[in-house]
């Protein structure tokens, strides 16, 4: 069972980039799905997440229209636009069993990915 994070790289601020998330060992879609980031020096914190029961997804404020999580058969995916460099960290997708609403603590996800990192500067 592994989670497979990618898309991350350097960028200017005000630039987008799409991350994805892809499973083996295990269908993504049977999992509530959430990208979360960590800086240095900082905690984990969530910045999406996908409904396994219903498809509905849910942001904190700070990224709310700026980032979009999607997800297609096998994949899921984080279109991060409006890149600001205090969104500069390492991007985690996980994968968590609970069926419904909004997933926004780590300790509920199962199964995490690698990360992959996003600098965003100038």
């Known amino acids: 069972v592994q989670l497979q994070a990618s898309g991350g790289g350097l960028v200017q601020p005000g630039g987008s980039l799409r991350l994805s998330c892809a499973a083996s060992?295990?269908?993504?879609?049977?999992?509530?799905v959430g990208w979360f980031r960590q800086a240095p020096g900082k905690e984990r914190e969530g910045v999406a997440c996908?409904?396994?029961?219903?498809?509905n997804t849910y942001y904190p404020d700070f990224v709310k229209g700026r980032f979009t999580i999607s997800k297609d058969n096998s994949k899921v995916y984080l279109q991060m636009n409006s890149l600001k460099p205090e969104d500069t960290a390492v991007y985690f997708c996980?994968?968590?069993?609970?069926?419904?609403?909004?997933?926004?603590?780590?300790?509920?996800?199962?199964?995490w990915g690698q990360g992959t990192q996003v600098t965003v500067s100038s």
């Open positions: 060992g295990f269908t993504l879609g049977s999992y509530t």
């Open positions: 996980a994968a968590s069993s609970v069926g419904s609403g909004y997933v926004s603590l780590p300790r509920r996800y199962d199964y």
């Open positions: 996908i409904s396994k029961s219903d498809g």
